[in-house]
């Protein structure tokens, strides 16, 4: 689940593609969104042949708790257009696609578009909020454990984060879940709203943020700790720079030092492994929501799965992966505007 | 602001600088005295690890944090050892600046170099107004246009960047610059006008200038007063034609000698020999064109023809950037040209991968940094047979190494075969590098720049066994080199390259001592070996 | 005499890896837990007996908190919840290594290959690293596993070949920066091959990485293993981390109280990934010293 290893060495790597490379500014734009455009291809094909090539037979898999007779699984077959040759059941995906058709669930029986789209604003709350608070937790502490190196500050830091990593996320919620919503009654142990509804929109606002406290909680305690530990890295990388020194030649206070040239050095490597890691925060939303039962996509993906629902779950990973992706080129245009070494040369 | 005559601007007294290390204190200046007054210039020579950079940095007490400093160090007459931070800040750049060596890592990659010049003036002057136009007149005192302001270190070529540290050392008109290697790794033709531009900053405005280098010659055309460090310890100081024409040091005589005169027969070891019976290495109308992303090309190299004879020296030179080591990666069979070809003997390289084999047993490679050329896992023997063994050599491999390590005077071999790269001196590598050419017993040798990376006093050792293995073994060799003063001590032959061209070649002293070609004159006349000139036309 | 220098060479090597190893004191830590652990997941079938963990034959009552008889209380079914953690261990261990040896292989093929050989075989490799970089791996995974036939085999596939990305970069990073070194053209021009560079020169070079990284990705693997067994596609027939609290959670352990059920194995994954975690680390330091500084 971690995909980010805890090492200085992947830091740098992993953010090297985007780093150095010498483009015109339209050829790079082209090529970044060329590039979106294969990965979204891949993701087309690959939600086709994950649940159609590969050994297992989705209808089986479908009824797998429940003895069913030979006709409900041919019913169900002629239903999913399985009964068909396979470049003919890849076009009918493709035109069902292009339509915005992801097919009909079997567990709601509804379009999965629809849920999809009925589940896509909680999610967006949960991981956005989370992210937020990740990314100023993770990048501040991480700055100044790198700054202090060595200080108790900066052990007890690492040694936090170091454990926090190595916690399973839905394990910290379960323990969350337990201590704070149903020991100490805080917090509402399940979804995103109060049954019954409230009434107003300041009270309901507010509802939503006391359902949202433990799954950001959560997240964010899993989150940062990848952050302040890329963070960290980046700049104790950057600390040994020779222009540290020409800007303590010139007379500038350390926090000078730190503050206009270390640490936007270290920033730039930063904020692309962040962005690189948007899967994992995804993967992460994925357990939160399910222990939480808040009404996102995650927790959509495990009810499908619980079936499991073959067009759903297929549905899901495209939304998700496709939502990945675009962050991703997103992202890279994004890199270009802010490092002067990617943007001009 | 300049101080009064009496107060020297930099002075050491007894400095010592030791270095924490996992073995102790080691010491890296052991006790210095020096001071340089108003206007004067003084350089400082010596190799890596003589302590000259540590000196430079104890100026503004810029050591790292696991350095013990003895003695003291005045600048403008007040003693940086013992100055609060505060005060110490105040005096950094405004005082005395730095021009640091290796522009690339000195400025900050993400801010434009306007930025970066302006950061001291603003600091040291809150008050200061049209700070954009001071940036703009310092970029123009180094030559550079004031468009350059808003350009980023990247998108500046290395001769730029160095003139950019220049502007920025002299943002708050300081008393005293210091110049730490300031043209290293830069071609002779821009250091040349680096130098120049520093010169005539530092006599226009009066200030002092300590220059370090690890090249006396650079020292010689730009400093009135040079002394030599070794071990952290000066041992010779005096003006600098008489460091350069009489040492008194050996330490001093070695590094002298290290960068020979173009035209001082003292300094040419190679002695005239008639061409041996074998195969002749050539190419013939060699063209490469690399191509560039988004269409187009480079055109490297442009329908050269060159030849080196069986047992014949030839030094290619020609400034980075020429073609010449494309040129050596096409005769080593590394490189396809685009069209022409290689040929040794009669026949053309071949093109399949088994057949070039064979051919590179003949034609071996010397590179430019033996510390990168071995792999630091394995041990010399390892090193030394690896050729043996991929070509399957019969006989006994142990004696063909020791053999090689033997013509690599490496002796005796028994002592060096365990040892690991790192433990040994860059000397001693680039020897190992030569024995496991040897191995494979070829008729020529590649040489990219076979001394550029070694310490000054080393060099001449490992020219004498490039020539010393042409008598014995008749083994020719190709020198690529941007050294002029290289290709006078070794070469029988000299061709000179630029742009892709060979525009000049012929016998050594006819090419060096009388040049037809405007650009063979231009690097004659930029190398800062002509002392005595120099040293008359400087205004201080 | 040259196999004697090799040898000689290779002893000292080991005795300064493992003095540097011991150097480091959380390195030292991660691997006291680790060989704890392995010791007790070796030798589990010794003192565990399959009655102990059959549902049948089970002698405790229904979520008992901890007493001298059953130091860790019971589980639903009133097995001892020490005895399951201590199972568990073997299967969490066991799909942990094995998917990251599969991903680990897959990563370093893909990553050696693609920065040996450029051109456009090379760009493919890498647009699909980088596919696989950026997907959601778990999402991946769930879909993987729902799809194929349920088991121990099925999580270590999923996780294996959804994983391997970061590896390739790694490993691509290293083998670019060992292939630019000057010695790669000496061995060339000497008249090397691809297999004599590759295996001369980068596979000894990048090996060493590639063993820290493993030691790293381990914890991640195991997590994963645990995240699939607790959405309910773990192997229903064994017993391991994952499936206790996924059983935790179903049992009402949460409402009722039943702390015992649900910390022991999520304790116990902690201590295994923070292992792994500081061995990994440990390494990296011993075979590039000059990150000790930043550590």
Redesign the interface.
């Known amino acids: 689940m971690t995909d980010l290893l805890p090492s200085t060495t992947t830091a740098t790597d992993l953010a090297e593609p985007t780093k150095g490379r010498?483009?015109?500014g339209l050829?790079f734009v082209l090529r970044t969104i060329g590039g979106g455009l294969i990965s979204m291809a891949l993701i087309v094909v690959l939600g086709f042949f994950m649940f159609r090539v590969l050994p297992g037979d989705p209808v089986r898999a479908m009824t797998r708790d429940r003895p069913g007779n030979p006709e409900q699984l041919a019913r169900l077959r002629a239903e999913f257009g399985l009964d068909q040759p396979l470049p003919q059941q890849f076009l009918d995906y493709l035109g069902d696609l292009a339509r915005g058709d992801l097919g009909t669930s079997y567990k709601y029986s509804q379009p999965v578009t629809d849920l999809i789209l009925g589940r896509l604003w909680p999610t967006v709350l949960l991981t956005g909020t989370a992210l937020v608070i990740s990314v100023a937790l993770g990048l501040w502490l991480g700055s100044r454990a790198a700054w202090r190196h060595g200080s108790a500050f900066d052990r007890f830091t690492t040694a936090t984060a170091l454990v926090l990593w190595s916690v399973p996320t839905f394990w910290l919620g379960l323990i969350v879940l337990m201590v704070f919503a149903v020991a100490l009654d805080l917090f509402p142990t399940a979804g995103m709203t109060s049954p019954g509804g409230v009434d107003g929109f300041f009270p309901a606002v507010l509802d939503v943020a006391h359902h949202l406290v433990l799954p950001c909680l959560t997240m964010v305690a899993v989150v940062y700790a990848q952050y302040l530990m890329v963070m960290r890295s980046s700049l104790l990388e950057e600390m040994t720079?020779?222009?540290l020194?020409?800007?303590?030649?010139?007379?500038?206070?350390e926090d000078l030092v730190r503050r206009?040239?270390a640490v936007?050095?270290a920033l730039?490597p930063t904020i692309t492994i962040i962005f690189l890691q948007v899967g994992f925060v995804v993967s992460g939303a994925v357990t939160v929501e399910t222990v939480f039962s808040w009404p996102g996509l995650g927790l959509l993906t495990y009810q499908a799965l619980a079936v499991p629902d073959i067009p759903l779950l297929q549905g899901t990973l495209i939304a998700l992966s496709s939502a990945v992706v675009i962050m991703n080129v997103a992202a890279d245009l994004v890199y270009r505007l802010v490092?002067?070494?990617v943007r001009?040369? | 602001m300049t101080p009064t005559s009496e107060t020297p601007l930099l002075e050491y007294r007894d400095l010592t600088v030791d270095y924490r290390t996992p073995r102790g204190w080691e010491p890296a200046v052991r006790g210095v005295s020096l001071s340089l007054g108003a206007g004067e210039t003084l350089g400082i020579a010596g190799e890596s690890g003589c302590g000259k950079t540590t000196l430079a940095m104890a100026a503004?007490r810029?050591l790292p944090r696991d350095a013990r400093i003895g003695g003291s160090v005045l600048v403008g007459g007040v003693d940086v050892t013992g100055l609060s931070w505060g005060k110490l800040?105040?005096?950094?750049?405004?005082q005395a600046?730095?021009v640091?060596q290796?522009a690339m890592?000195?400025?900050?990659?993400?801010?434009?170099v306007g930025d970066q010049i302006a950061?001291?003036i603003r600091?040291?002057s809150p008050a200061a107004k049209g700070v954009p136009q001071r940036v703009t007149e310092l970029l123009a005192q180094v030559e550079l246009p004031a468009a350059r302001t808003n350009a980023?270190p990247?998108?500046l070529s290395g001769g730029q960047r160095q003139r950019v540290m220049i502007a920025?050392a002299l943002a708050c008109d300081p008393d005293l610059v210091i110049a730490d290697e300031p043209t290293t790794a830069l071609d002779v033709v821009v250091q040349q006008q680096v130098l120049d531009r520093l010169a005539v900053l530092v006599a226009e405005r009066g200030v002092g200038l300590m220059m370090i280098s690890h090249d006396l010659s650079v020292l010689a055309a730009s400093c009135r007063r040079v002394v030599v460090m070794q071990d952290g310890l000066v041992v010779e100081d005096g003006p600098s034609d008489q460091v350069i024409h009489r040492p008194q040091h050996p330490h001093a005589r070695a590094l002298a000698a290290a960068f020979p005169t173009v035209g001082d027969p003292a300094s040419r070891l190679v002695e005239h020999a008639e061409p041996g019976p074998g195969p002749t290495l050539a190419a013939e109308r060699l063209t490469v064109d690399f191509p560039l992303?988004?269409g187009g090309g480079v055109r490297a190299v442009d329908g050269v023809s060159l030849q080196v004879r069986p047992g014949e020296i030839v030094a290619l030179v020609g400034q980075s950037g020429s073609g010449k080591t494309t040129l050596a990666r096409c005769l080593?069979g590394?490189q396809q040209p685009t069209s022409g070809e290689v040929r040794y003997g009669d026949a053309p390289l071949p093109r399949s991968?088994r057949r070039?084999?064979g051919y590179?047993?003949s034609v071996?490679?010397v590179?430019?940094?033996p510390t990168?050329?071995?792999?630091p896992?394995h041990?010399v023997?390892?090193a030394v047979?690896?050729?043996p063994r991929?070509?399957r050599l019969p006989g006994d491999?142990?004696a063909i190494v020791a053999a090689a390590l033997e013509q690599a005077e490496l002796r005796p071999p028994e002592r060096f075969?365990?040892v690991?790269p790192s433990q040994l001196s860059g000397g001693q590598r680039q020897r190992v590098?030569i024995a496991?050419a040897l191995a494979?017993a070829p008729t020529f040798l590649v040489a990219d720049e076979p001394v550029a990376s070694l310490d000054a006093s080393v060099r001449r050792e490992i020219l004498a066994l490039l020539l010393r293995l042409r008598t014995e073994l008749g083994l020719g060799a190709l020198v690529i080199t941007h050294d002029l003063g290289l290709a006078w001590t070794i070469a029988d032959r000299v061709a000179v390259m630029h742009q892709g061209r060979i525009v000049e070649s012929g016998p050594a002293e006819e090419v060096l001592l009388d040049p037809q070609h405007d650009y063979t004159k231009l690097l004659l006349s930029v190398l800062p070996t002509n002392v005595e000139n120099d040293v008359a036309a400087d205004p201080g | 005499?040259?196999a004697s220098?090799?040898w000689?060479?290779r002893r000292t090597a080991a005795a300064r890896f493992a003095r540097t190893y011991a150097e480091q004191r959380s390195g030292l830590a991660g691997l006291v837990v680790l060989g704890a652990t392995l010791v007790v997941a070796l030798t589990a079938p010794l003192y565990i007996t399959a009655d102990d963990l059959s549902v049948i034959t089970a002698t405790g009552g229904v979520l008992e908190p901890p007493s001298a008889a059953y130091p860790l209380g019971t589980d639903e079914s009133g097995r001892s919840v020490l005895a399951l953690t201590i199972m568990g261990s073997r299967i969490s261990l066991l799909v942990g290594v094995a998917a990251t040896l599969l991903s680990v292989v897959i990563g370093s093929l893909v990553g050696m290959l693609a920065a040996h050989f450029g051109g456009w075989p090379s760009a493919i490799l890498m647009r699909l690293t980088d596919f696989f970089l950026v997907l959601p791996s778990l999402v991946l995974a769930i879909v993987l596993s729902t799809v194929l036939q349920r088991g121990a085999f099925t999580i270590i596939v999923a996780i294996g070949v959804t994983s391997w990305a970061s590896t390739a970069r790694l490993v691509r990073a290293q083998t670019l920066a060992i292939e630019a070194?000057?010695?790669i053209?000496?061995?060339?021009?000497?008249?090397?091959?691809h297999a004599?560079v590759l295996g001369?020169?980068v596979l000894?070079?990048v090996l060493p990485l590639v063993l820290a990284n493993t030691t790293l990705t381990v914890g991640s693997a195991i997590i994963s293993e645990s995240t699939l067994a607790f959405l309910g596609l773990g192997d229903p027939a064994s017993v391991s981390w994952g499936t206790m609290l996924k059983a935790a959670v179903d049992s009402g352990a949460i409402t009722a109280g039943a702390w015992w059920y649900l910390l022991p194995p999520g304790i116990a994954i902690v201590a295994v990934v923070l292992g792994f975690t500081l061995c990994g680390r440990a390494l990296e330091i011993v075979l590039n010293p000059a990150l000790a500084a930043r550590r």
């Open positions: 010498a483009q015109g050829a720079a020779d222009y020194t020409t800007a303590r030649a010139k007379g500038l206070r206009r040239h936007p050095n730039l490092d002067p070494r001009t040369r | 503004l810029l800040r105040a005096l950094r750049w405004a600046s730095i640091f290796g890592h000195s400025l900050n990659p993400v801010r434009t950061e001291p600091l040291h980023y990247h998108e920025m992303r988004g080593l590394v991968s070039l084999r590179r047993r071996q490679l590179l430019q940094d990168g050329a071995l792999n896992r041990s023997y390892e047979a690896e050729g991929v070509h491999e142990a075969l365990p690991l590098v496991g494979l | 005499m040259t220098i090799a000689e060479r070194r000057p010695y053209e000496r061995a060339q021009v000497l008249g090397g091959g004599h001369k020169h000894p070079a």
